[in-house]
């Protein structure tokens, strides 16, 4: 169960990551990802949360919405797993595997390249009127996180930290410019970004 609620009822997510080899569960992976320090950015979108969910749960959407992305591609799109390649701009090659799946509200994944580190992010979706919701990335870098919180600190704050959220700033404002023109987002749109361009 999810510790958010939406309009004050508890809502569910479908776990669909299941075992993995280490013997952890999901839900174990998720409360060791929620250890890390995280980086969160959120905009508001003039359509509602389901016709947010329409956009962002479709396979490939990162194609027409993403500014870094050269392309998006679904290894697996089923009501069970969900699992896609993004290649960067700069040819930096991502998995996501999606842990929870919750429609109208969000999903839950980890990205990395394949049998490197991960980081966990958390998509969350929230309507605020007929024609008005926000969605909220949310990521846990790997970057950092097997040193201390104290020695981190610092690099995270100065350099991690305005990274990410410039990043998340431009994937976000990608999502709002194709609901807005019904057209792919440019690359580069808001300028280049050093770990993806």
């Known amino acids: 169960m999810n510790q958010d609620t939406l309009g004050g009822q508890w809502t569910m997510a479908i776990p669909i990551g299941g075992p993995v080899p280490n ?8 409360r060791g990802f929620q250890k890390r320090r995280s980086v969160e950015f959120t905009l508001e979108f003039p359509v509602s949360a389901s016709e947010l969910w329409n956009l962002i749960s479709r396979a490939g959407n990162l194609n ?12 697996s799109w089923e009501s069970e797993s969900h699992q896609d390649r993004l290649v960067y701009l700069n040819g930096r ?30 998509w969350e979706m929230k309507e605020l009127g007929d024609k008005k ?3 909220t990335i949310t990521v846990y870098p790997y970057l950092l996180a097997n ?44 300028g280049k970004h050093s770990w993806f361009s």
Not at 64 to 75: E, G, L, Q, V
Not at 176 to 183: D, K, L, P, Q, R
Request: hydrophobic share 35%.
């Open 23 to 30: 013997g952890k569960n999901t839900a174990d992976r998720i």
């Open 64 to 75: 027409d919405c993403h500014p870094f992305c050269r392309t998006n591609d679904a290894i």
């Open 93 to 122: 090659t991502y998995v996501r595997q999606f842990l929870t799946w919750d429609k109208d509200i969000g999903y839950e994944l980890i990205i990395g390249e394949e049998n490197g580190p991960e980081s966990y992010v958390v």
């Open 133 to 135: 919701s926000t969605l």
């Open 147 to 190: 040193m201390s919180k104290i020695t981190s600190y610092l690099p995270f704050m100065l350099y991690i930290r305005p990274k990410l959220k410039s990043y998340l700033k431009s994937v976000l404002n990608g999502f709002h410019y194709f609901i807005e023109t019904g057209e792919a987002v440019p690359r580069n749109h808001w």
